[in-house]
């Protein structure tokens, strides 16, 4: 359900439903599920030879950035986006009351996310999905100081873009750059990569709009902070013990194997190419048959109204 919100996101405003359905069935079924087999659990096979994750950062946030990508330049931009339309008609603006609501909710409901993402031993203590050894308290303010970084580089971009989306932005991205090493960082190692971890994400908003892809949101917050929080981790717990499982011996020993910057790049090479090699093989099939992208009358109209007969903004009743 979370990577169809995801990809649902991203393609909000024009895509057809029936090629969003197909989307999310297929690629929760398939691509998703092997990314996770690969690197998530401490026993995964790129654990357990030293690939690093804690809440998601391979199998959530990279696949889903890199699909949001391949997705949305497959789609093209919304009309209006970078030129102006007949109709003088162009994307919906951000309701910054409804973004502020949506990331205030995540903010809350991500410190229990993270600490489902472990193993909690009696009489023994706390361990993260990967066997590193780890702790509650540790694991909650590495994501508080998180919030603290990319919420101060947020306001920032904000301040200097005169753009408040990045206000909102700026924790998530935060948070996302720490994801892989929240449960192996010190609190000051999290606050310093988490500062960057908005930076990461304006660049790479950026880079899609000189591309000219339009996907101003799950691109940018997922791809760019996901991409660097991956890497940075691989020196943040350089030499850490990982994988494995409790009382297993040899090849899943626990705790045999160790953390280092090439697994990390090898589990981001991999996670990428997954992901934009599925994205490739299931929408441009769908694009050249049934299609992905609505009547430009119906985005026009927009699809809340064309599909269900309602419109969300008051300005348009």
Same mark, same amino acid.
């Given at each position: 359900?979370l990577?169809?919100?995801f990809l649902h996101?991203?393609?909000?405003?024009?895509?057809?439903?029936?090629?969003?359905?197909i989307t999310?069935?297929?690629?929760?079924?398939i691509?998703?599920?092997?990314v996770t087999?690969?690197?998530?659990?401490?026993?995964s096979?790129?654990?357990?030879r030293g690939v690093h994750d804690?809440?998601?950062?391979?199998?959530?946030?990279?696949?889903v950035?890199?699909?949001?990508?391949?997705m949305n330049w497959?789609?093209?931009?919304?009309?209006?986006t970078?030129?102006?339309?007949?109709?003088?008609?162009?994307?919906?603006?951000h309701?910054?009351?409804?973004?502020?609501?949506?990331?205030?909710?995540?903010m809350?409901?991500?410190?229990?996310?993270v600490l489902?993402? /472990?193993?909690? %031993?009696?009489g023994? =203590? $706390? #361990? @993260?999905?990967?066997? *590193?050894?780890?702790g509650?308290?540790i694991?909650?303010?590495?994501?508080?100081?998180?919030?603290?970084?990319?919420?101060l580089?947020?306001?920032?971009i904000?301040?200097?873009q005169?753009n408040?989306?990045?206000?909102?932005?700026g924790?998530?991205?935060?948070?996302i750059?720490?994801?892989?090493?929240?449960?192996?960082?010190?609190?000051?190692?999290?606050?310093?990569v988490s500062i960057?971890?908005?930076?990461f994400?304006?660049?790479?908003?950026?880079?899609l709009?000189?591309?000219?892809?339009?996907?101003?949101?799950?691109g940018?917050?997922?791809?760019?902070?996901?991409?660097?929080?991956?890497?940075?981790?691989?020196?943040? /717990?350089?030499? %850490?013990?990982?994988? =494995? $499982? #409790? @009382?297993?011996?040899? *090849?899943?020993?626990?705790?045999?194997?160790?953390i280092?910057?090439?697994w990390?790049?090898v589990?981001?090479?991999?996670?990428?190419?997954?992901?934009?090699?599925?994205?490739?093989?299931?929408?441009?099939p769908?694009?050249?048959?049934?299609?992905?992208?609505?009547p430009?009358?119906?985005e026009?109209t927009?699809?809340?109204?064309?599909?269900?007969?309602?419109?969300a903004?008051?300005?348009?009743?």
């Open positions: 359900m990577i169809g919100a996101s991203s393609g909000l405003e024009r895509m057809k439903r029936s090629s969003l359905f999310c069935f297929v690629v929760a079924l691509p998703w599920s092997f087999y690969l690197m998530w659990g401490s026993a096979p790129l654990t357990n804690y809440v998601g950062v391979f199998n959530l946030y990279l696949f950035g890199a699909w949001s990508v391949i497959r789609l093209g931009p919304r009309i209006g970078f030129e102006e339309h007949p109709s003088r008609s162009g994307p919906v603006p309701d910054l009351g409804q973004v502020a609501a949506g990331v205030l909710i995540l809350f409901a991500i410190p229990f996310i489902a993402s /472990g193993f909690m %031993v009696p023994v =203590g $706390y #361990f @993260g999905i990967s066997l *590193t050894t780890s509650f308290g694991a909650l303010i590495n994501v508080f100081a998180a919030y603290i970084g990319g919420g580089s947020g306001a920032l904000s301040y200097w005169k408040p989306i990045w206000i909102l932005f924790p998530l991205a935060g948070y750059s720490v994801s892989a090493l929240a449960d192996i960082g010190t609190p000051w190692k999290c606050l310093l960057f971890g908005p930076v994400a304006f660049a790479t908003y950026k880079v709009w000189r591309l000219r892809i339009d996907d101003p949101k799950i940018p917050l997922t791809l760019g902070p996901g991409l660097f929080g991956a890497i940075v981790a691989g020196f943040v /717990g350089w030499h %850490v013990k990982t994988g =494995g $499982y #409790f @009382g297993l011996t040899g *090849t899943y020993g626990f705790q045999h194997a160790r280092t910057p090439y990390q790049l589990g981001v090479g991999v996670t990428l190419g997954i992901a934009v090699i599925s994205a490739l093989v299931l929408l441009v769908m694009e050249k048959t049934i299609g992905i992208r609505v430009e009358g119906e026009l927009g699809l809340d109204q064309t599909t269900w007969g309602v419109s903004y008051s300005s348009a009743n």
